[in-house]
């Protein structure tokens, strides 16, 4: 039954597809339905599939040996929901109970033994949208990240009992619409690996294909994505390549020896308290690279979003330790055969190194990723944010270093989960300021977010304007909208993305310099600047902000075009509760040659406040008209 071509590619470390070959296939063999079983377990004496259909007894199916570490056996009468384990024999003859680690399915925690699933018989209605998918490099992009628990719960938690998820299914009708009514391009989903302990948020896994059964079925959580395809919503994954957890059921000395993770010691344990994976070694290799390919082929998930890569780039994550060559090997590796095999896939890399040419092709040198997070230029932003206003203009280069490299890479700007979280603060709380100064500079930092050339992320609650960090086993706070200033802050996030939406000045040229142009770049003293957006049709956007309290009336802004300047969006009115001082009227430019430019506009801005522009040509003698 085994597939002899796979079989050898799997042992190669080229395999995509090892899930066809390895798990519990419902199947009809020799007419008789039942199930094959199949496992890699080379250090294994003996192998036998236990579970309901045969009481949990060792001695009734055994596996037979077929090759190189590869058993298999086929079990009539096996149906769908029937859950099962393997019990290995080890070299030095204890029997253990495992996990399968090519499981579509898995038991509820605290439970741990493996679901048969049937994850082929869904019947897709996002055909139209496969087709029509691509990187998106010119393209908008914008994701909102979320954990699928606690976003919201049909069950708030209490002091005696645990809350209460909604199913994959039972969302649809409440994230799809907000999120296309909030402006967001992309759900970025944190890990469904399933894992054992909520706290892990799904960073410590156990089943690399089993879709966590804490919010339904496999068939649930398609029909969730099968309905945002058909909304015209992307979805990503979160995906933990990096290590697993340390549970006996698991993949740890899964045979009684080290088949997935390193056997020098020194090399095993990461700083969360998991095992790293060894992929150095090709099994391992086919295993990660068909559990990236099995999210994208059987679900249709549209990118893979790779945490923690510095520790795939380099031991341990840190440079002194050296690069890990095998990890670095399997990336490039991976990514090549993936954009080969599904050239609409969005890989992205968690990366907080400084390593060349993480978004750049593995034939030109690169790891091949589509997208990295600038989390230098998070870092940079928010440590400038927590400043006091009047020390701001001693460290002016935390908002402009960006632009030194930013052409480097395809980066993506985050506000992830990672800043609300460890008693770290929300991104409210990280700002500088009272009550009103903070949620004024939270607009004006989202404004310098969503202008910034890159594609955006942001996470749940983030919207909101919330003070309370993220807590995954209760909702967000939603009901803090019922408070004027917070509701206004979530309409401008609302209408700013709109913006962001329907101006390609604002996407299309992410990745070009010809897209953007510093217009105030030096003025420190004020904490004032400005810059340009383009498109590739020559429209143009000004964007302008001020990170103090002070006020401007007639700020000069230099301008590289002629014509009419229309204020957009200003952070500074009413209905965004600011203080209604903004530019009502669109702005002639000026002919005067300001900061090296041949025109300027005379600006309002209020303190804290940031503004965009759009451009209109002027023809002589003629009504203003669009370029």
Known sequence: MLDRFLVQMFHEGQCLEAYKIFGAHPMNHENKQGVRFCVYAPNAKKVAVVGEFNNWEVDTHCLEKKSEGIWEVFVAGVAIDCVYKYAITTSYDQVIYKSDPYAFSSEVRPHSASVVADVNSYQWDDAGWLENQDKLFDKKLTIYEMHFGSWKMKEEPTIEEDGIFFNYDELIDKIIPYVIKMGYTHIELMPLLEHPFDGSWGYQSTGYFSATSRYGKPQQLMAFIDACHQAGVGVIMDFVPVHFVKDIHGLVEFDGGCVYEYPDMSLRYSEWDSVYFDLGREEVRSFMMSAVHFWIDVYHFDGIRFDAVSHLIYYKGNKENGENRGAI??????????????????????????????????????????????????????????????????????????????????????????????????????????????????????????????????????????????????????????????????????????????????????????????????????????????????????????????????????????GLYTEAINSDKGIYSGGNKFNKEPIQAIKENVLGKEYFIPVIIAPYASMIFTWQEQIRGKKDVHK
């Open 329 to 562: 090997e399997f990336m490039k590796r991976m990514s090549y055969k993936l954009n080969e095999r599904v050239p609409r896939a969005i890989l992205i890399a968690e990366d907080s190194t400084d390593y060349p040419k993480v978004t750049r092709s593995s034939q030109d040198g690169g790891l091949g990723f589509d997208y990295k997070w600038d989390l230098g230029w998070m870092n940079d932003t928010l440590k400038y944010m927590s400043l006091d206003p009047v020390h701001r203009q001693y460290h002016h280069h935390l908002m402009t270093f960006s632009m030194a490299y930013f052409y480097g890479e395809n980066y993506i700007l985050p506000f992830s989960h990672d800043e609300v979280v460890h008693s770290k603060g929300t991104v409210i709380d990280k700002i500088h300021g009272d009550y009103s100064q903070k949620l004024a500079q939270l607009k004006t930092l989202y404004m310098y977010m969503y202008s910034h050339p890159g594609k955006k992320l942001n996470f749940m609650g983030n919207e909101l304007g919330e003070y309370k960090e993220w807590d995954e086993s209760m909702s967000l706070g939603w009901n803090i909208l019922e408070y004027p200033v917070h509701d206004s802050f979530h309409r401008y996030i609302r209408e700013l993305q709109q913006f962001v939406l329907h101006n390609p000045c604002m996407y299309e040229y992410d990745y070009y310099m010809e897209g953007f142009e510093w217009l105030v770049v030096d003025d420190n003293q004020q904490s004032v600047f400005a810059y340009e957006r383009r498109d590739k049709l020559g429209q143009r956007v000004v964007v302008v902000m001020n990170f103090t309290g002070n006020y401007h009336n007639g700020y000069k802004i230099p301008v590289v075009k002629e």
